[in-house]
């Protein structure tokens, strides 16, 4: 007896079966890649995003020439700036702290003065100039306060306009011209 060996059938369906797992995969990869790229390619930077939400006729534009595909990037729109003219304030600060008597009162006020412009350096050079001759006159004001009139925040106020005004007064009359627009006390104390 002779024995045929008898091959077995080879599955044709094992090929197929695998052809058709790495078509499927390879469409459904080129889906997924399709999907993220529609959801996550916007053509809008970030900028104009933000301004198509708040106005979407000012992103339409920009829109427009995206999906034309020229291939330029979105050019830049200035903003409108009111035109106001900004000047530059220049300080200056008394180096001595001016102690005087308040009056009807035994305390006495110790306080550091400094002094703004925005006019030209002229005022302040105006103002080293004259220096012991405005302490004079800023003591002599500070004289006539009384503890009452320097309390809180609006009799501070009211002594740095007098302040002021003797400043101004004095520059005017040794320079023909003031020009210090606020007096402010970097120290303010009351013994």
């Known amino acids: ?33 399709g999907g993220g790229w529609f959801y996550f390619a916007n053509p809008l930077s970030p900028a104009q995003d933000m301004l198509k939400l708040i106005d979407p006729e000012a992103a339409a534009p920009a829109e427009a020439g995206a999906a034309e595909g020229h291939g330029e990037e979105p050019q830049k729109v200035p903003k409108p700036v009111p035109e106001q003219q900004v000047f530059q304030t220049s300080y200056f600060t008394f180096p001595d702290p001016i102690t005087a008597n308040l ?52 009799g501070r106020g009211h002594l740095a306009a007098a302040l002021k005004e003797a400043i101004n007064a004095r520059l005017e009359k040794a320079e023909g011209f003031g020009g210090i627009e606020d007096v402010f006390f970097p120290s303010f104390v009351l013994q």
């Open 1 to 33: 007896m002779t024995m045929q060996a008898t091959e077995a059938p080879k599955p044709k369906g094992g090929i197929l079966r695998l052809l058709k797992t790495i078509v499927f995969a390879i469409v459904l990869l080129g889906a997924g890649f």
């Open 103 to 154: 009056r009807d009162s035994r305390r006495f006020l110790q306080v550091q003065i400094g002094v703004s412009t925005q006019y030209d350096e002229q005022v302040i050079k105006n103002v080293e100039t004259h220096k012991l001759a405005l302490q004079s006159d800023m003591l002599t004001v500070m004289s006539t306060f009384s503890e009452d009139d320097i309390a809180g925040t609006e």
